[in-house]
């Protein structure tokens, strides 16, 4: 349901980045902002993050751990590379992320383990991840149509009704001697 510039620029950031949007590697939701736009957010599958960095040489290995400080959860992850003498880490707060629907509902630790492990990557691999759309579990719940998005994978977020629709002519099929 998105527009043809939408897709456009879909398109262009999954192979700026060389995402498959086929593998759940990338997609895209819509949304209505708080002018009644519709609008795309695309947000890219978190273990993307753990794929690329076992392509770095550097890479080796990370942790998370769990915490409660003043009845506050929070999760850290320690990213290991072989060329820095201190892991790269990063912690998030569930209040600061947690959307108390969908899965953050009914697995928080797993939700927030994920986004604590897509920050830490992205701290520790800058030039391999430096300007990727940030994984769903990081974005506000009005950005992601998370509500939407199935446990296994994305269903197709439906557009609420279109803000303007403009007829399009179809486009012809190009005979073979026309390629």
């Not at 076992?54 to 769990?66: A, H, L, Q, R, S």
């Given at each position: 349901k998105l527009t043809d510039v939408q897709r456009n620029q879909f398109a262009a950031?999954?192979?700026?980045?060389g995402l498959n949007p086929f593998k759940r590697e990338i997609y895209a939701t819509t949304y209505r902002n708080k002018d009644g736009q519709t609008v795309m957010s695309i947000v890219t599958g978190y273990e993307v993050y753990l794929k690329r960095a076992?392509?770095?040489?550097?890479?080796?290995?990370?942790?998370?751990?769990?915490n409660v400080v003043d009845k506050q959860m929070n999760c850290t992850c320690k990213v290991y590379r072989k060329d820095r003498r201190m892991p790269i880490t990063s912690t998030v707060w569930m209040a600061e992320y947690s959307t108390g629907r969908s899965l953050w509902a009914t697995k928080p630790r797993m939700m927030l383990e994920k986004v604590a492990i897509a920050t830490a990557f992205r701290r520790a691999f800058p030039t391999?991840?430096?300007?990727?759309?940030y994984t769903n579990d990081e974005l506000p719940e009005h950005m992601t149509g998370a509500d939407k998005l199935e446990q296994q994978g994305y269903t197709e977020v439906q557009q609420a009704a279109?803000?303007?629709?403009?007829?399009?002519?179809?486009?012809?099929?190009?005979?073979?001697?026309?390629?």
């Open positions: 950031v999954a192979q700026a980045f076992e392509m770095n040489p550097n890479y080796d290995g990370f942790e998370t751990e769990f391999d991840f430096g300007g990727m759309p279109p803000v303007a629709q403009v007829e399009q002519q179809p486009k012809a099929a190009k005979t073979q001697d026309e390629k």
